[in-house]
């Protein structure tokens, strides 16, 4: 669905890059998780990708057409969601959804089903101006669904959600996915990529470190993990210990044998601290 | 391809209407021609006033309606109060032999000369049918005052056309809202196209909504169409510039106000300068505008002169469009 190959961009055009040589192929159906903190070149992939930045260097090939042409009949099959919310403030939010709708070719869906399905029921005659932060979000990503998209752009789709709400969009794209949609997730947010993504991709200063998916990387970087908290004199002692170490798996027997265990829990690497392990960096 | 322009046109029509600057820019047109009109019957008004008393004879009245306009009162005093008031107004009183001229005594001496010549010719008896004078007229029906007034109306009518474009787009810019056009299959010329129908439909129904109400129903519409929809690229080019550079309304408003100089600039040299200076305002397709908007005002146009003038509104206008088209297209992106 889609194909990169040595793509390049750079803002000042000159050889000071923001996207450096990178290539990456994302098939039908998948869900692809784009990883890195802020100035990674993250939004600069998806710009070009989506057709919002004009593509320099490599060679990139999204949902069949050639980015390099100008074909808008392609953004029929693409939905976008962006990070920062774009609604008409003076339109209500149905207003929103049907004038997006007569801007496509396809059949689109009905506009007071995707209301209510990123939960802003009842909010249908209320003008966007008058909405809060993440209802503009919620809105915004609905919009995003209005033609059916075979490739849907996700930029940081949960950012500045309740956990409530961050929950039902979750839901939203799994449900999309398992209907077939290809899902190009870019996001910081690790856990959201852990729970939704096929494949991730992990992305630094513009040049893509790994691609993997999160269980092979998993299995590859993190290292088994247990936390025991116990008591040793009248105190309350924590410990995080390797299972694959011999040192820290005869401590746990010791721990286990001579003291009065309070909890004990395994733990796996988060996708976070791989990505700090592959890149020296975190995702700030 | 028309649906989304139609949805662009209709979307803005409907932010518009909700957007108080916008509105202010679509009614003030309106208010300008009212205004026109309150302010300018005098202008119009060529004919003498005179104060007569119903108890005078009936024909010498009926003489006066056929060249004055006559208003018939009870009593010397009414008439002495009519005569004090601030218009032009003269009173002819019968006395018991001949007559008398009642004058508040500032009013211009063709009143006062045209009242004693008028009941000079009835005390002679003379009808019009007796004279061996024939008549040419110009069929100049309106000032050219009120006419020049209309004229500056529809140039700031087709500029306001501009003003609501960039505020607009500036809007657009405010809600971040170009990204998400862009990323559907509506194309940024279809996207302008839908805008510019905005401003343009609003600013032609203006300034035929304007024309009506000051009274100028019989002129050639086709010519002012086509001068108004040639002028509009101008305001265009404009609107799209103005409101991609600028940040928020009360900015794109200030910028499109400067665009209104050049307008007036024009003007001005169209009406002060001598012929043999006329060509130093060629460049400007405001003043080819205003040159074949008054000669159509005027019912002076043939449509070779208004074609050459909208020929060259057209060529300025596209020459300024090409030149800013890589700044608006970049903007848009």
């Known amino acids: 669905m889609i194909s990169v190959k040595n793509l390049s961009h750079s803002y000042s055009n000159d050889e000071k890059l923001a996207v450096n040589n990178i290539s990456f192929e994302v098939t039908k159906g998948e869900t692809f998780g784009f990883l890195g903190p802020s100035g990674a070149g993250k939004s600069t992939t998806q710009g070009i990708l989506t057709g919002l930045l004009k593509q320099q260097r490599g060679e990139v090939i999204v949902a069949g057409y050639n980015t390099m042409k100008v074909q808008n009949e392609r953004f029929n099959k693409i939905g976008v969601s962006f990070e920062q919310s774009n609604v008409y403030s003076k339109l209500t939010a149905k207003e929103n959804l049907?004038?997006?709708a007569k801007l496509f070719d396809v059949p689109t869906r009905d506009p007071e089903e995707l209301i209510r399905l990123v939960?802003?029921?009842?909010?249908?005659?209320?003008?966007?101006?008058?909405?809060?932060?993440g209802m503009k979000h919620r809105l915004t990503f609905a919009r995003s669904m209005i033609n059916n998209p075979e490739l849907w752009f996700l930029d940081e789709p949960t950012t500045g959600l309740d956990p409530t709400i961050a929950a039902t969009i979750k839901d939203i794209i799994k449900e999309q996915a398992a209907q077939g949609t290809t899902t190009f997730l870019t996001t910081h947010n690790m856990y959201i990529a852990d729970e939704l993504c096929d494949r991730v991709a992990f992305i630094i200063d513009g040049v893509i470190k790994l691609i993997d998916t999160p269980r092979n990387l998993k299995l590859q970087y993190g290292q088994k993990?247990?936390?025991?908290?116990?008591?040793?004199?009248?105190?309350?002692i924590k410990e995080t210990l390797k299972t694959i170490d011999d040192h820290d798996r005869k401590r746990i027997g010791e721990i286990v044998n001579n003291y009065d265990i309070q909890t004990m829990h395994s733990k796996?690497?988060?996708?976070?601290?791989?990505?700090?392990?592959?890149?020296?960096?975190?995702l700030v | 391809m028309l649906r989304k322009i139609f949805s662009v046109f209709g979307r803005d029509i409907r932010t518009s209407m909700r957007d108080s600057m916008a509105i202010f820019i679509i009614v003030m047109p309106v208010v300008m021609a009212v205004?026109?009109?309150?302010?300018?019957p005098g202008l119009n008004d060529t004919t003498v006033n005179l104060?007569?008393?119903?108890?005078?004879?009936?024909?010498?009245i009926t003489y006066m309606e056929q060249f004055a306009k006559v208003e018939v009162f009870d009593n010397i005093g009414d008439i002495e109060k009519r005569v004090n008031k601030r218009d032009a107004v003269a009173a002819i009183v019968p006395l018991e032999s001949g007559y008398e001229i009642i004058l508040q005594g500032n009013e211009p001496d063709m009143v006062e000369n045209y009242t004693v010549m008028l009941n000079s010719l009835y005390e002679l008896g003379t009808t019009k049918e007796e004279t061996t004078t024939t008549m040419m007229s110009f069929g100049h029906t309106?000032?050219?005052?009120?006419?020049?007034?209309?004229?500056?109306?529809?140039?700031?009518?087709?500029?306001?056309?501009?003003?609501?474009?960039?505020?607009?787009?500036?809007?657009?810019?405010?809600?971040?809202?170009?990204?998400?056009?862009?990323?559907?299959?509506?194309?940024?010329?279809?996207?302008v196209i839908g805008k510019s129908m905005m401003?343009?439909?609003?600013?032609?129904?203006?300034?035929?909504?304007s024309l009506l109400i000051t009274g100028y129903y019989d002129i050639n519409w086709f010519m002012i169409v086509l001068v108004g929809l040639t002028s509009l690229i101008l305001a265009f080019v404009v609107g799209f510039l103005q409101g991609l550079a600028s940040d928020d309304v009360i900015e794109a408003a200030g910028n499109v106000k400067m665009i209104l100089l050049p307008v007036a600039g024009s003007i001005i040299g169209y009406e002060l300068l001598a012929d043999k200076w006329q060509w130093t305002m060629y460049w400007s397709p405001f003043y080819w505008a205003y040159k074949a908007n008054l000669l159509v005002l005027s019912k002076q146009a043939d449509w070779p002169t208004v074609l050459l003038c909208t020929g060259m509104v057209l060529i300025l206008s596209l020459a300024v469009y090409f030149l800013a088209l890589p700044k608006i297209r970049k903007g848009l992106s």
Do not use: C
Not at chain 1, 269 to 282: D, H, N, S, W
Not at chain 2, 35 to 40: D, H
């Open chain 1, 225 to 236: 993990l247990i936390d025991i908290e116990y008591i040793n004199n009248g105190k309350v």
């Open chain 2, 142 to 191: 309106v000032p050219p005052l009120k006419t020049m007034l209309v004229n500056m109306l529809i140039s700031m009518t087709v500029m306001l056309a501009g003003m609501l474009i960039a505020v607009s787009i500036v809007g657009e810019k405010a809600d971040n809202t170009i990204n998400a056009v862009n990323v559907t299959p509506l194309s940024q010329i279809g996207f």
């Open chain 1, 98 to 100: 049907e004038f997006y």
């Open chain 2, 51 to 60: 104060a007569m008393l119903r108890s005078d004879d009936p024909s010498h």
């Open chain 1, 268 to 282: 796996e690497a988060t996708l976070e601290e791989i990505f700090i392990q592959v890149t020296g960096r975190g």
């Open chain 2, 35 to 40: 205004a026109i009109t309150l302010f300018t």
């Open chain 1, 119 to 133: 939960g802003l029921e009842g909010k249908e005659k209320v003008r966007a101006g008058e909405f809060s932060k």
């Open chain 2, 199 to 209: 401003g343009g439909l609003v600013a032609m129904g203006s300034i035929i909504v």
